[in-house]
């Protein structure tokens, strides 16, 4: 008896019709979440992708063999979350001043005291401890600048627990921004894309989806400046808007392709398979790890002291 042969590579047409049904889907959820103007929709949201992000990983990591601390690592990401949306929420600065320092240590302390339970397995046990730390790093502390984002401006925590609306719009404008790109480096790169960025490793990038990538990051950053100017107002003017798009743009990019070598070294097509034609959690949030750490900082070291 002769194995089966492998089912054909889906058509660029089918993965592109099962991308676009994902991204409606999940622009819906965020729409909902938005209309809310619920703080705790929000954090839920953000808190809900962090969660599933981390667990894809560690799924990811034991599937290829590699020795991690999962338990530990979606503990602490839970633990995280918990406790920086609760000092977001109750705006405890004293208590956020060091809980990223503090939760950085645990990760560090913790996959240390779990590597001291067995014999020291060489370069083994160094990259468990690594791999755990690099996890919460990379996922639960680096996303989660988008829920600072919303509490930026001590005023933008209205009554009632609700969002207000500048904070809301802008980070609206973050998942844009970073989200347009991702769909102009894919849509332009399917239709026109010839030369390869960098195919050792994405080999489906090329410089033509990156020329779209900031044309698209263009479109909406400054499409939205120009439809909430007064929600917006934090972005400083057009120069800013437009430097911010380009920033972004380029690090959403480079968040993408860091996921790549991850899921190359760990050899993983997708980190998950929830949404069709994406593929998990962190495929879809890659790169907002890069590109909301990067808009917090702008903003609290360039736009707002000079405000």
Request: hydrophobic share 55%.
């Amino acid at each position: 008896m002769t194995d089966a042969s492998p089912s054909p590579a889906p058509s660029k047409a089918r993965v592109f019709a099962r991308r676009s049904g994902s991204t409606v889907a999940l622009w819906g959820m965020v729409g909902v979440t938005f209309a809310s103007m619920q703080s705790w929709a929000y954090l839920g949201m953000l808190g809900l992708l962090t969660v599933l992000a981390t667990r894809e990983y560690f799924t990811m990591l034991r599937v290829a063999g590699m020795r991690c601390f999962p338990r530990f690592g979606l503990g602490l990401a839970l633990v995280y979350c918990g406790g920086l949306y609760t000092g977001l929420l109750q705006q405890k600065s004293g208590l956020l001043s060091g809980w990223d320092g503090f939760a950085v240590c645990v990760a560090l302390f913790g996959a240390f005291i779990l590597e001291l339970r067995g014999p020291i397995r060489v370069l083994e046990s160094l990259v468990a401890v690594a791999v755990t730390l690099c996890g919460f790093i990379y996922i639960a502390f680096l996303f989660n600048f988008a829920a600072k984002l919303l509490f930026l401006v001590p005023d933008w925590h209205a009554a009632g627990g609700k969002v207000a609306l500048p904070a809301a719009v802008l980070l609206l404008w973050l998942l844009a921004v970073t989200k347009f790109t991702d769909m102009g480096a894919y849509i332009v790169g399917s239709l026109i894309g010839r030369h390869k960025l960098i195919p050792n490793v994405s080999p489906g990038k090329t410089w033509e989806g990156l020329g779209g990538a900031l044309v698209f990051s263009q479109l909406a950053g400054c499409g939205l400046f120009a439809a909430f100017p007064r929600e917006l107002a934090v972005l400083g003017g057009w120069e800013h808007v437009v430097f911010l798009g380009l920033l972004l743009a380029a690090l959403a990019v480079i968040g993408d392709l860091a996921e790549s070598v991850v899921k190359r070294a760990l050899q993983a097509k997708d980190s998950g398979s929830i949404l069709p034609g994406i593929g998990g959690g962190l495929d879809l949030i890659d790169s907002i790890c890069f590109t909301a750490p990067a808009l917090y900082f702008y903003l609290q070291w360039v736009l707002l002291p000079a405000s």
